[in-house]
């Protein structure tokens, strides 16, 4: 048994999958089919192996309650399952894809889904519907200054590093929701917690609610008249249309991309050769390796 294989099986050995699935519209053929080879595998290899669906629901909130769901499950052993597997119904995908995310052995881990629309500009440069895909991913900050992604081989597969990406196929570990959970208290509310949660950002990641609250507990410990007054004029200048209105997965990355350290990382790794198909009202394939031909 080669290297590899040893590795593998320990990797499977120590792998559980919770699949949380927001439906919106049914279940694509594609989704159907993928999920049926998926479980089969699983049960191939002893994976264990379950399954989570809230339909019809507003995606911020059906996010919220899978996630909810998942640190709430237990495999037949009693545990805990080891990776939620968040995919949209809409979404086909290869058992093989599964198998790279998990392997990368990371917290978080994604593979990008084709956007349900075309880049026309592409297709026109390029002659050809093929690459002309888009994504919803959002590139690091070093990436955007250089013009060259960080790469890295991560279980034999190469993965892009990015500060963000849409949750129509992400693979995270516990952790990943527990740290978020931590570090935003003030997300919790009556039905739950908000880990996805749409918010007005800046383009460096501060939400419009982090700044206000950030000011109040500064007016709260801070005595001096003059100064108390200065902060109070300060909170009020922040213009909210000087902020992006960011999707709930987008601000989801954002949480959890800034608790990074170099003690605590707190990265995305974006598998770049995944072949996707994203289904609705068309048929859409595309792999984020095209995006990067030439690059």
């Known amino acids: 048994m080669s290297e590899s294989e040893v590795n593998q099986q320990d990797t499977w050995a120590r792998t559980s999958i919770f699949l949380a699935t927001a439906v919106r519209g049914g279940y694509s053929p594609s989704f159907r089919r993928a999920t049926r ?21 507003p995606i911020d909130a ?30 086909g995908f290869s058992v093989e894809t599964i198998q790279k995310l998990l392997l990368a052995d990371v917290p978080f881990t994604a593979a990008a889904v084709p956007l349900r629309r075309y880049n026309l500009d592409k297709i026109a440069a390029d002659g050809q519907v093929a690459g002309g895909s888009t994504f919803a991913v959002k590139l690091t900050q070093k990436t955007r200054e ?24 992400i693979c995270v570990r516990r952790e990943v929701f527990l740290r978020v959970f931590e570090s935003h208290p003030e997300l919790q509310h009556a039905e739950g917690f908000g880990y996805f949660l749409p918010t007005l950002m800046t383009a460096d990641g ?51 991309r800034r608790m990074h350290t170099d003690a605590t990382p707190a990265e995305i790794w974006l598998l770049v050769d995944a072949p996707l198909i994203h289904e609705g009202h068309g048929y859409f394939t595309g792999n984020f390796s095209d995006q990067l031909t030439g690059s």
Request: aromatic share 6%; charged share 25%.
């Open 37 to 57: 080879q998926l479980e089969a595998w699983c049960a191939e290899v002893g994976i264990p192996f379950d399954t989570q669906e809230v339909v019809e629901a």
């Open 146 to 169: 250089t013009g060259r992604p960080t790469l890295a081989s991560k279980g034999g597969a190469t993965f892009m590093e990015v500060d963000g990406i849409g949750a129509a196929l």
């Open 206 to 256: 501060e939400s419009h609610a982090t700044l206000m609250r950030t000011a109040l507990q500064t007016l709260r410990r801070e005595q001096d008249p003059t100064t108390r007054l200065r902060i109070i004029e300060d909170a009020l200048s922040v213009d909210p249309r000087l902020f992006d209105r960011t999707g709930e997965d987008i601000a989801f990355c954002t949480r959890w």
């Open 62 to 91: 059906a996010r919220d309650v899978l996630a909810a769901a998942y640190l709430t499950a237990k495999t037949p052993a009693g545990g805990p399952f080891s990776h939620c597997l968040m995919i949209d119904a809409g979404v």
